[in-house]
DNA sequence: TTAAATATCTGGTATATACCAGAAAAAGAT
DNA sequence: ATCTTTTTCTGGTATATACCAGATATTTAA
């Protein structure tokens, strides 16, 4: 270890760390480079990184491909409830939101879809995908199934901005019952590149089952956020 | 890089998740020593624990102290909205549930908890902390915080088990809204310490503020989950 | 048999170094 | 000015090695 008692990492990231807080790096400020803050704060790459990693779990730094390390700004609220559309609860938080179709198309239904959705196998699903993120940093991936069957003539619809507006004007459907699986988790590699993140970077999985008031189940949502991007905010109201 | 092309750590990963999956190991099985992974898959200590890693914030694998690694088993699922109690919905999962309360002190509120619990800065609350978690493992730490104003008396019941059964039995407090805020953080060193996880430990962090019918805040919770030990399940009912 | 001391095994941290691949900047050609 | 090529800078991965500290197993002493 260089200068300095204990641990160097953790020493290195609280340099940084409080470099941060005192206002010194501002928020999509990049940081110095490896190198540099390994030459500077007398220690090796390995360890600075380390640091690096730690400020990175703390949701505090992120890294962008091979350009730097950067400090993060605020974070989405979101509420998976969802009276509102992501376009409009962004705006609303003072960010600049963005969504992108990556998919869509006609599938059918396997075993877990199936059973997910609670329809018959081989049923026919809409599939989308879309990225979404605010201030031109993606923050997740969506991907949506919809029951073709409960919602006929779906495919044609314009579901690039909201489902949600889809189903409470065109089919009135109202969102009666949200069922909500929310988990720790890994990005795959695919889904890590769309979300200018490294391989296995840490995400936060939410599983959405949408029931109409008639029970049955209308929409089937799998989101993956980026871990540093978000915030999920729910209201229960057992009245 | 060893035999095999492409990423060594990838490779090292996906041998020792084709194990897991396999069933070669089972959950709470000890994996290979670090020295003996490296040598067995051809590569050095660096690149077998990058794997490790790797897996660890899959949630395939977790590490004791300095123990080893080890297959993680079966998650808690937990459901904030709170109708039953820890040791009662743990069991259910057929887990063998532990409560133990670190922590039980009055305290006065500073700014942050005063508009927390909607409560005027220096009003008496009580201060609970406990470790909970499942099968011998510790799973999160629990901070509770109680306005004395508003339940009369709560210091001196017995808060061991449930503060929800007491609210419920001897306050006749109904938990009327529930808000909660769920993010990815970073274990502190102490918290680390109680959850045997390493410092900085990506955890949950499920902040919690219940209200009775007449709207007032009754509990401000915060919890730091494990990544590794959490399955969060909400039901919404927009009815 | 029990308790204390010791050796060994485990992961945790750190240094020094090397090469690769993508992004960005600089230099050159049109 | 604009496009293309080249160079430089950045993080990403990997090797080899060393020592530390806690947990465990073993040995030794009472």
Redesign the pocket.
Known sequence: ??AGR???????AAELRSRIERGELLPED?????????ESL???????????KQLEAEGLIY???????FVTSQRINYNPSRAAFFMDYVADQGLVPFSRQLLKKRIVADDRLASMLEVSVKAPLVELQRLRGANGRPAYIETIYLPEGRLPGIYECDLERSVSAVMLGDYDQQYAVVELDITVGALSAGQAALLDA??GYTCLCVRRVVRNAAGEVVEYDLEHWRHDSLNIQVRLDNS
């Open positions: 270890m260089a204990g641990v160097t990492s953790a020493r290195v990049r940081l110095p480079s490896e190198r540099e803050l390994s007398h220690t090796t790459r390995v360890t600075s990184r380390e640091a690096l890294r962008s491909n091979r350009r730097g390390w490294p391989p």
